[in-house]
T-cell receptor
Framework: KQEVTQIPAALSVPEGENLVLNCSFTDSAIYNLQWFRQDPGKGLTSLLLIQSSQREQTSGRLNASLDKSSGRSTLYIAASQPGDSATYLCAVRFNTDKLIFGTGTRLQVFP | KAGVTQTPRYLIKTRGQQVTLSCSPISGHRSVSWYQQTPGQGLQFLFEYFSETQRNKGNFPGRFSGRQFSNSRSEMNVSTLELGDSALYLC?????????????FGPGTRLTVL
């Protein structure tokens, strides 16, 4: 069964810290992987998309890596800010099938 | 470019009724996917349409159905509503093939079933 797992489920850090969110998946035959953030009661905002042929993607203070052989992706957030507080979701598309979401990591950055 | 829009934003229905939700994708996008989000189950895939054809389907009962029109706008319908259908319903659109493209989500429709 294709599954996506995110650890930790929740994280609270002081402003300015660099942090890493983890996503693991059960099948290495992925098509792509996408990271999203979701603010309470809102829709999802796309952060980074990594195709299966890529190793990482960067956007501003965000860097996402992909290691298919170990079934892992990490989202690195540099110099965290209170505005980064949200739930971060990892979603994997296996082959050309549906997008499967992890359960998310709820991040709180306090001043 | 305007983002993905969903209407209505909020709905309150009673058990046994039916409901239709609408999604307008980003202009030029041909793929539309629907998801159900609940606190207990997280985000679950309902179905995906590409050029008016259902391309993928999740594990939901037949009460959940959808369609896509020639202008790529999509609707989903839930018949014989149950209390457990209360959820945030999200729609996402993506560009050409849909598989390799970024998914852009709308704000969602919050459905409450009483």
């Amino acid at each position: 069964k294709q599954e996506v797992t995110q650890i930790p489920a929740a994280l609270s850090v002081p402003e300015g810290e660099n942090l890493v969110l983890n996503c693991s998946f059960t099948d290495s035959a992925i098509y792509n992987l996408q990271w999203f953030r979701q603010d309470p009661g809102k829709g999802l905002t796309s952060l980074l998309l990594i195709q299966s042929s890529q190793r990482e993607q960067t956007s501003g203070r965000l860097n996402a890596s992909l290691d298919k052989s170990s079934g892992r992706s990490t989202l690195y957030i540099a110099a965290s800010q209170p505005g980064d507080s949200a739930t971060y979701l990892c979603a994997v598309r296996f082959n050309t099938d549906k997008l499967i979401f992890g359960t998310g990591t709820r991040l709180q950055v306090f001043p | 470019k305007a983002g993905v829009t969903q209407t209505p934003r909020y709905l309150i229905k009673t058990r046994g009724q039916q409901v239709t939700l609408s999604c307008s994708p980003i202009s030029g996008h041909r793929s539309v996917s629907w998801y159900q989000q609940t606190p207990g189950q997280g985000l679950q895939f309902l179905f995906e349409y590409f050029s008016e054809t259902q391309r993928n389907k999740g594990n939901f009962p037949g009460r959940f159905s959808g369609r896509q029109f020639s202008n790529s706008r999509s609707e989903m319908n839930v018949s014989t509503l149950e209390l457990g259908d209360s959820a945030l319903y999200l729609c996402a659109s993506s560009g050409t093939t849909g598989y390799g493209d970024t998914q852009y989500f709308g704000p969602g429709t919050r459905l409450t079933v009483l």
